[in-house]
Structure formats: C-alpha cells, structure tokens
T-cell receptor
C-alpha cells in the first residue's frame, strides 16, 4: 500500500521566494497533519485538517505560512516570503480520523533550505 | 499530555531482543501510550500503541505495567536496520498532534 507521499524531497531556494510543499495522504484517511522538525525545537505540529477542513492552525508560526486541502487526496503548505529560519524538514502525516486510538502515518518529509 | 522519560541511548546486539523503557508516571486514565521510531533521513514510523493491555504486532510488543506508569517496547530479534531513535509518546483524547520528546537512540551492534 502506498504511504503518505510528499514532494519535493529536497528544496533549496533563496530568501524571499515562495515555497510550496505538497502532500498526498493515504487513501481513505480523513485527517491530515503538517509538522516541522528542527534540531532546536524537534517535531512541532503546524496545522491539521479533518475531512479537508482546517481544525487547528495554532502551530503555524506566522502569516507567511498557509496550508490548504482542496480535496481528500491533496494538501499544500506554502511559505511566502520564505526566510532562512524556515529551513527545516517538513513532514506530512495522515490518519483514519483524529481519534486518540488512530495512529498517524508520516511521509518521508521535505528537506527545505532557505539561503 | 503526560511527560515521558526515556534513556538517551542504548546498545543491543544483533539478533537479541531490544527492550526500550519509558516512564510516564503522570499518565491519566484516558491517555494512550504510542511508540514511533525515526531512522535517519526518514519520517517517523508508527510502531505500536496501547491503553492498558499488552499489545503485539508484526514489529514489536508493548508491555504496560499494571499501574500504567511505565512501559517497555520490545523488538524481539533486533537487526541492524532497527538502529533508530525511538519515541515514547503519551497521547490524550482531544490532543490531536503528537508531542515528540528526545527519544532513545538505539544502536544495534553487529
């Protein structure tokens, strides 16, 4: 079975540019999560969706970050304009639902470097 | 969410059982214990989870003490590919994100 698919795997861009990260959740999963991992802060939840609707975006660091889920099989995380401190590995995860008994399954991440 | 405490690192010989401990002394009755691992350059991988009963799947076994204040993840026959950082997470209903601590770096020795 296909797992969570993220693209691109690596992104290097200059400060000020727009960055778009993409995620395809596991088919049939109704909940989708975006996380960011850095050495300093570890893994942090940025935003999550349930049935394509954003439920909690309190982890989104600034207005420069936005996320959408136009349908059940696709989500994007956009940074505009990007800054060097946004450099991190961004993970997408999905689960059958947001229930506490439902494990989240992660993609392999996008390693983002802002120069 | 309840705080978890794990040893920062552990070694285990290839072919032996790896037993990874986790303390969660402030766990509440409706909080689940989850285990994930992260192999270098990959996303966190779900291993197993449980509430109060011991659990087993194709990857591992989870042993939760009767008072639920600690648990042990058991990899029955460790291989070199099991070298990773293992995270013990306590998850409460309503907290939809996972809170990862520093985990245990498990090194399988040939």
């Amino acid at each position: 079975d296909a797992g969570v698919i993220q693209s691109p795997r690596h992104e290097v861009t200059e400060m000020g540019q727009e960055v778009t990260l993409r995620c395809k959740p596991i088919s049939g999963h109704n909940s989708l999560f975006w996380y960011r991992q850095t050495m300093m802060r570890g893994l942090e939840l940025l935003i999550y969706f349930n049935n394509n609707v954003p439920i909690d975006d309190s982890g989104m660091p600034e207005d420069r970050f936005s996320a959408k889920m136009p349908n059940a099989s696709f989500s994007t995380l956009k940074i505009q304009p990007s800054e060097p401190r946004d450099s991190a590995v961004y993970f997408c995860a999905s689960s059958l639902s947001t229930g506490v008994n439902q494990p989240q399954h992660f993609g392999d991440g996008t390693r983002l470097s802002i120069l | 969410d309840a705080k978890t405490t794990q040893p920062p690192s552990m070694d285990c010989a290839e072919g032996r059982a790896a037993n990874l401990p986790c303390n969660h002394s402030t766990i509440s009755g409706n909080e689940y214990v989850y285990w994930y691992r992260q192999i270098h350059s990959q996303g966190p991988q779900y291993i197993i989870h449980g509430l109060k009963n011991n659990e087993t799947n194709e990857m591992a076994s989870l042993i939760i003490t009767e008072d639920r204040k600690s648990s042990t993840l058991i990899l029955p026959h460790a291989t070199l590919r099991d070298t990773a950082v293992y995270y013990c997470i306590v998850r409460v209903a309503g907290a939809d994100g996972l809170t990862f601590g520093k985990g245990t770096h498990l090194i399988i020795q040939p």
